[in-house]
């Protein structure tokens, strides 16, 4: 049973610039949820999606968008890069309605921002 | 707003000693709380979590007791290996968000033991 995948793994990219990242959730999970993670601190939640629509956002500007696909997959768009843009970019999956707040994370994609 | 708030590490400890890393929150309903483990270059992994107030969370021979009256979600172990090395991330859920919300995550404790 595969877990959470993420794609790409590593990224390189320059400043003003846009970005799309990937994540395929775990078999049987219907919600899909990304979190930005810096250097050294705690994964900030960027925003959730579960039947293709966005269910709750975290404080990132608008410069962030997602998308969920039928198959459940989903994508992470970044406009306009920063340099504070640079980060751990986790995807995490769970079954609405199933156990209580069981996200399950993929290994991340680690963006650079030059 | 919710916050979690770890003591800061690094946290070094010798192969078989106690270990005990402070976790405490805030939040306006009665989050659920979490203790997630990332291991070098991976994602994180649950470890272990509990619900309401007095629970007890335990895989691995990691706990941690829900403490409402203190506001607290400690992790404990009573001999730590050298492959417990990772950094170690306490978390709420939004009581707000429903039961797949949004984590609230605390910096992160590394915690390093030396053989």
Known sequence: ?114 | GDSVTQMEGPVTLSEEAFLTINCTYTATGYPSLFWYVQYPGEGLQLLLKATKADDKGSNKGFEATYRKETTSFHLEKGSVQVSDSAVYFCALSDPNSGNTGKLIFGQGTTLQVKP
Do not use: M
Request: hydrophobic residues 30%; charged residues 15%; proline residues 5%.
């Open chain 1, 1 to 114: 049973d595969a877990g959470v995948t993420q794609s790409p793994t590593h990224l390189i990219k320059t400043r003003g610039q846009q970005v799309t990242l990937r994540c395929s959730p775990k078999s049987g999970h219907d919600t899909v949820s990304w979190y930005q993670q810096a250097l050294g601190q705690g994964p900030q939640f960027i925003f959730q999606y579960y039947e293709e629509e966005e269910r709750q956002r975290g404080n990132f500007p608008d410069r962030f968008s997602g998308h969920q696909f039928p198959n459940y997959s989903s994508e992470l768009n970044v406009n306009a890069l920063l340099l504070g843009d640079s980060a751990l970019y986790l995807c995490a999956s769970s079954l609405a309605g199933g156990v209580i707040n069981e996200q399950f994370f993929g290994p991340g994609t680690r963006l650079t921002v030059l």
